[in-house]
């Protein structure tokens, strides 16, 4: 039974630049939310996504948008790139409230 | 909104000794989880050990047990008999239950302890 599988692993941009980071969560699961964790620091909620509709949002700016598709994997889009936004990115899937973590996408923003 | 704390940045413990890592939280609300998650340098965020609020005695799992305080919004991790794989930053995070037993998937970490097992 696979887990939670996030892509790219590793990835860097220029400052204003766009990114995507793709989720597909664990078998059977059909909720996704997406963290921010800043180096040192604990992750950060951003917003969740159920039946392909943003449920809830943390304190984010817009420029982090996402999307969730029928087989209920997921897609965290980050604009308009700052040096700050670099990070491990977090996917976590659940079904009726254990959260299961994938290993992260870690970008660097140059 | 809520917070959580966690005090100790760093901890070191021999092998096969047992250490306790301190989490305080501030809420106002009633219904909620805490967990305790490791984090070792493979980055995956790992479930240690889960705790109700409604829950009067203190979850255990295996070498890994909590001393939940909910009136004193305390809730420490007890590892016993440490292992060199139990090296990892360990977050302390609060997830609160909205009606029906939503959470949105939304957890509030603390800053993270880092510890080390010493052979």
């Not at chain 1, 793709?22 to 159920?50: E, M, N």
Request: glycine residues 8%; hydrophobic residues 30%.
């Amino acid at each position: 039974d696979a887990g939670v599988t996030q892509s790219p692993t590793h990835l860097i941009k220029t400052r204003g630049q766009q990114v995507t980071l793709r989720c597909s969560p664990k078998s059977g699961h059909d909720t996704v939310s997406w963290y921010q964790q800043a180096l040192g620091q604990g992750p950060q909620f951003i917003f969740q996504y159920y039946e392909e509709e943003e449920r809830q949002r943390g304190n984010f700016p817009d420029r982090f948008s996402g999307h969730q598709f029928p087989n209920y994997s997921s897609e965290l889009n980050v604009n308009a790139l700052l040096l700050g936004d670099s990070a491990l990115y977090l996917c976590a899937s659940s079904f009726y409230g254990e959260l299961f973590f994938g290993e992260g996408s870690r970008l660097t923003v140059l | 909104a809520q917070t959580v704390t966690q005090s100790q940045p760093e901890m070191s413990v021999q092998e096969a000794e047992t250490v306790t890592l301190s989490c305080t939280y501030d809420t106002s609300e009633n219904n909620y989880y805490l967990f305790w998650y490791k984090q070792p340098p493979s980055r995956q965020m790992i479930l240690v050990i889960r705790q109700e609020a409604y829950k009067q005695q203190n979850a255990t799992e295996n070498r890994f047990s909590v001393n939940f305080q909910k009136a004193a919004k305390s809730f420490s991790l007890k590892i016993s008999d440490s292992q060199l794989g139990d090296t990892a930053m360990y977050f302390c995070a609060f997830m609160k239950l909205h009606a029906g037993g939503t959470s949105y998937g939304k957890l509030t970490f603390g800053q993270g302890t880092i510890l080390t097992v010493h052979p």
